[in-house]
T-cell receptor, first 115, second 116 residues
Framework: AQKVTQAQTEISVVEKEDVTLDCVYETRDTTYYLFWYKQPPSGELVFLIRRNSFDEQNEISGRYSWNFQKSTSSFNFTITASQVVDSAVYFCALSEETSGSRLTFGEGTQLTVNP | DTAVSQTPKYLVTQMGNDKSIKCEQNLGHDTMYWYKQDSKKFLKIMFSYNNKELIINETVPNRFSPKSPDKAHLNLHINSLELGDSAVYFC???????????????FGPGTRLTVL
């Protein structure tokens, strides 16, 4: 069965600090996909990134970077030089090849960036 | 242009009523979903449809009945509403049913349902 754990319920930082959001997953599939979504206070869910299980290269997009490590079943998300607009709930999610495109979400991490 | 839209955005109703939430996507996707987000922000899949065919029914009470008149629309009808149905309901769509590259799900803005 697939499972995603985001152990950090809430994180609070001051603007310009770097922050890492942890995500640990469980799956029996060898082919799977990992995702991060952002849910700002306005409530919509915004897709940030998708990673497949065969691609462990880290990815950087502006101030965002993702560290995928199969050895520890982790897919962590780092925001560099955080800004107030980064305040949101961030969800990690998993989709297994054998489960079709169903997404299993973690519990979410509430990130608050203070000025 | 809105990719995935839902109506209404807010829905306040009394216990025991029947209500519907509509969802439409203009992305040309084959697969659509309903997710429920509870008061603790936990997101869980309820249903998925592929080309109007029900694929996933995730142990949801049968008071919830999805209907897909065509592959661009997936509506959610809820009978005999209960207090515990209060939540945010998200519609989503993806290119295809199978998990794969370029198959991320795009979500609608959500419908906040409050049952009094």
């Amino acid at each position: 069965a697939q499972k995603v754990t985001q152990a950090q319920t809430e994180i609070s930082v001051v603007e310009k600090e770097d922050v890492t959001l942890d995500c640990v997953y469980e799956t029996r599939d060898t082919t799977y996909y990992l995702f991060w979504y952002k849910q700002p206070p306005s409530g919509e869910l915004v897709f940030l990134i998708r990673r497949n299980s065969f691609d462990e290269q880290n990815e950087i997009s502006g101030r965002y970077s993702w560290n995928f490590q199969k050895s520890t079943s982790s897919f962590n998300f780092t925001i560099t030089a955080s800004q107030v607009v980064d305040s949101a709930v961030y969800f990690c999610a998993l989709s297994e090849e054998t489960s079709g495109s169903r997404l299993t979400f973690g519990e979410g991490t509430q990130l608050t960036v203070n000025p | 242009d809105t990719a995935v839209s839902q109506t209404p955005k807010y829905l306040v109703t009394q216990m025991g009523n029947d209500k519907s939430i509509k969802c439409e996507q203009n992305l040309g996707h084959d697969t659509m979903y309903w997710y429920k987000q509870d008061s603790k922000k936990f997101l869980k899949i309820m249903f998925s449809y592929n080309n109007k065919e029900l694929i996933i029914n995730e142990t949801v009470p049968n008071r919830f009945s999805p209907k897909s008149p065509d592959k661009a629309h997936l509506n959610l009808h809820i009978n005999s509403l209960e207090l515990g149905d209060s939540a945010v309901y998200f519609c989503a769509s993806s290119l295809q049913l199978t998990s794969g590259p370029n198959n991320e799900q795009f979500f609608g803005p959500g419908t906040r349902l409050t049952v009094l």
